[in-house]
């Protein structure tokens, strides 16, 4: 015969099973705790891991296994030198296999008065010299790597003249150029020599006009044409041709021209 429920039953089961919870909690087993072998651990339901005032590593293989320092792989939380009240920085740092860092964020002087506490993301190359950074001075743009900036002749005398009827060659990359940028811009600094003579510059990209036909005329200007797509993959490899030709009069086109690789 079923008796029921006592009252007050299911209340004191969860108040013991709230008292061995926080009695768990107050004992500390999880203040230095490990996981090994298994499925490691995961965390569900939208949920995440927080770590307030620590650090996260990563390690990677042991010493003394070939080619491994016992660095962490990846480490992120308090790194050196400190701040100036003592307390460390915030960072990052990834470092490959041999133990040379790989990428890293931080501020290798933020006890530096002239320009504060200014931490940048550098990628470095095995040799430990940054070949990638951010400009963390200035607030902007790429400290690394030095970019080359073109530049054109000044007097419209000096850039080359071109009085064919028919669009001829004026200016092309050396050889077939690797892509690395996914799309380009040239810039064509023109101008006739003589009242009445007028002409057209174009770009070509592998033997393809790309962007519009751009008239000149008896003043120097500047036209640009594109940004334009360049075909393929990265690091495929490809040509681009400045082309002019004279459409009326019986003085020259002058140009001079840059390209840019730029992005999407």
């Not at 950074?133 to 007097?155: E, H, N």
């Not at 690797?178 to 020599?193: P, S």
């Not at 044409?225 to 490899?237: E, K, L, Q, S």
Request: charged share 20%; with cysteine; proline share 6%.
């Amino acid at each position: 015969m079923d008796a029921g429920t006592p009252p007050g039953l299911g209340e004191r089961i969860r108040q013991i099973a709230a008292d061995e919870v926080a009695k768990f909690m107050r004992s500390g087993l999880l203040r230095n705790a490990s996981i090994s072998g298994g499925k490691g651990l995961t965390v569900k339901g939208g949920g995440g891991i927080t770590v307030d005032g620590g650090a996260l590593r990563v390690r990677g293989l042991p010493a003394a296994q070939p080619g491994a320092t016992g660095d962490s792989t990846v480490y992120m939380g308090g790194i050196t030198p400190a701040l100036p009240d003592g307390t460390l920085q915030p960072g990052l740092v990834l470092r490959r296999e041999d133990g040379t860092i790989a990428l890293a964020l931080y501020d290798p002087t933020p006890d530096n008065t002239g320009d504060g506490f200014n931490q940048f993301l550098a990628l470095y190359d095995r040799a430990q010299v940054i070949v990638v950074s951010d400009d963390t001075a200035s607030g902007q743009g790429l400290s690394r790597p030095y970019v080359p900036i073109p530049v054109t002749r000044a007097r419209y005398t000096d850039m080359v003249a071109v009085t064919d009827s028919a669009f001829v060659d004026v200016f092309r990359t050396p050889g077939a150029f690797h892509k690395v940028n996914a799309r380009a811009r040239a810039d064509i600094r023109c101008t006739t020599d003589v009242a009445g003579t007028t002409g057209e510059v174009r770009v070509l990209v592998d033997g393809v006009q790309v962007g519009d036909v751009q008239p000149v005329g008896f003043t120097v200007e500047t036209k640009y044409v594109g940004p334009f797509a360049i075909p393929g993959d990265a690091y495929t490899t490809h040509s681009i041709v400045v082309q002019a030709r004279r459409t009326a009069g019986t003085g020259a086109v002058r140009l001079d021209a840059a390209v840019w690789g730029v992005q999407s």
